[in-house]
Structures are given as structure tokens and as C-alpha cells.
């Protein structure tokens, strides 16, 4: 089947800027995180979804980062004010269940956000 | 705090080659470690991952790696490199609630 999608694949923004950034992530697939991934680094957890519930948002880099699942399958991260050190790529990922110790995470193609 | 490192940044091999890429972990608990692989303009994808049992891991395209708890090291190996293994590699460890931990990644190209 599909598997994770992301967008926009793409985005610039004006440092000051608000930007949202989608997740549709497998069918039926409970969890779902984001993590970012800076130039040269690998990717670090930002926060955590279990249908609605966030259950986990201690990656969040500040109160501008905010994440939304309101129906249990697409997500939105948000990020108010965008700062230069905001660019890098917003990775998503789901797993089936429950984090149980034997789930993959199947990730998205990422969307690359350059703030200027 | 829990983390990975990965000493190798960047890997140039030929093809034919044999690889080994090294990954070490802080983590005090029971562990799951995995590979992904990010070839060029595609997203993660998982290469092998271990839970428990046979510390020796297979997983696609002939990867495997072998899980030493008493060395806390989780090295990707493939004996025979090709041009198509060109790509980033990240170790990783599953944390605290399900997050996974990532090193900063090899990048590995394979010379024709």
C-alpha cells in the first residue's frame, strides 16, 4: 500500500514567517512521530503521537514548534516565527501499534525547509 | 542520556570491497538497534533491525551486523561493496517511549 506521505517536499520561508507542515501517514498506523534533521546530521526526535494524543513532545525546540493530530491520522507541525536555524528537514514516521519493542518506523520523504 | 555514534563520516570504497560501518550506543537497557539507509533523493528505509535472540543480523540487499552488548557496538557489514550501495547510513537506537536515537550518519560511496 501507500506509504508515508509529506508535504509540501519543499519550502521557503521569510524568517518571521508562520509555516505548517503535513503528514499522511500509512493507513491505520497508530503512532506517529516527527523528528528534524539538520545538514550533516541524522535525524532527532521531536515529538510523539499515539492516535490524537501527544504523548511525547520533549523534542520540541521551543513554543514555536507545535504539532497537531486531531483526528488520529494526519498530522501538522507547525512552526511560528521562523528562525534561520528552523532550516533543516522535518522527517515523519509511522508504526503500526503501540510502540512495541518489535515496530519499524516507516518514514516519509521529508520536507526541506530553508528559512531566509 | 541515550546516544549513537558513528565514527565513520564518510566511506570511499571500490566496488568489490568489503564495508564495515561502526556504531556504538549509550544505553543501560535492553536494546533495539537498526540500520536505515537513505539512497540518494529517496527516503529512510530500514536495512536490518535486532530485538533479541541470534546477535548476528541479516537483512536486505546481504547487509547484516552483529550486535556486541559487551563492546555496546551494532557495526554494519557487507563482504562484496556495488556502485548501487552508494548512500547515508544511520545507526539508531530505540529510546525511552519509542523515539528513535540516531548517529549523524555515514555517507559511503562506492567507486565504479
Known amino acids: 500500500g501507500a506509504g508515508v506521505s509529506q508535504s509540501p517536499r519543499y519550502k521557503v520561508a521569510k524568517r518571521g514567517q508562520d509555516v505548517a507542515l503535513r503528514c499522511d501517514p500509512i493507513?491505520?498506523?497508530?503512532?506517529l512521530f516527527w523528528y528534524q534533521q539538520a545538514l550533516g546530521q541524522g535525524p532527532e526526535f521531536l515529538t510523539y503521537?499515539?492516535?490524537?494524543?501527544?504523548?511525547?513532545k520533549s523534542g520540541l525546540p521551543s513554543d514555536r514548534f507545535f504539532a497537531e493530530r486531531p483526528e488520529g491520522s494526519v498530522s501538522t507541525l507547525k512552526i511560528q516565527r521562523t528562525q534561520q536555524e528552523d532550516s533543516a528537514v522535518y522527517l515523519c514516521?509511522?508504526?503500526?501499534?503501540?510502540?512495541?519493542?518489535?515496530?519499524?518506523?516507516?518514514f516519509g520523504p521529508g520536507t526541506r525547509l530553508t528559512v531566509l | 542520556a541515550q546516544s549513537v555514534s558513528q565514527h565513520n563520516h564518510h566511506v570511499i570504497l571500490s566496488e568489490a570491497a568489503s564495508l564495515e560501518l561502526g556504531c556504538n550506543y549509550s544505553?543501560?537497557?535492553?536494546?533495539?538497534l537498526f540500520w536505515y539507509v537513505q539512497y540518494p533523493g529517496q527516503h529512510l528505509q530500514l536495512l536490518l533491525k535486532?530485538?533479541?535472540?541470534?546477535?548476528l543480523v541479516k537483512g536486505i540487499k546481504g547487509f547484516e551486523a552483529e550486535f556486541i552488548k559487551s563492546k555496546f557496538s551494532f557495526n554494519l557489514r557487507k563482504p562484496s561493496v556495488q556502485w548501487s550501495d552508494t548512500a547515508e547510513y544511520f545507526c539508531?537506537?530505540?529510546?525511552?517511549?519509542?523515539?528513535?536515537?540516531f548517529g549523524q550518519g555515514t555517507e559511503l560511496s562506492v567507486k565504479p
Open positions: 539508531a537506537v530505540k529510546g525511552v517511549g519509542g523515539k528513535l536515537i
Open positions: 493507513s491505520g498506523h497508530v503512532s
Open positions: 544505553y543501560g537497557g535492553t536494546v533495539n
Open positions: 535486532y530485538f533479541s535472540g541470534d546477535p
Open positions: 514516521a509511522s508504526n503500526a501499534e503501540k510502540v512495541r519493542s518489535t515496530d519499524t518506523q516507516y
Open positions: 503521537f499515539q492516535n490524537e494524543a501527544q504523548l511525547d
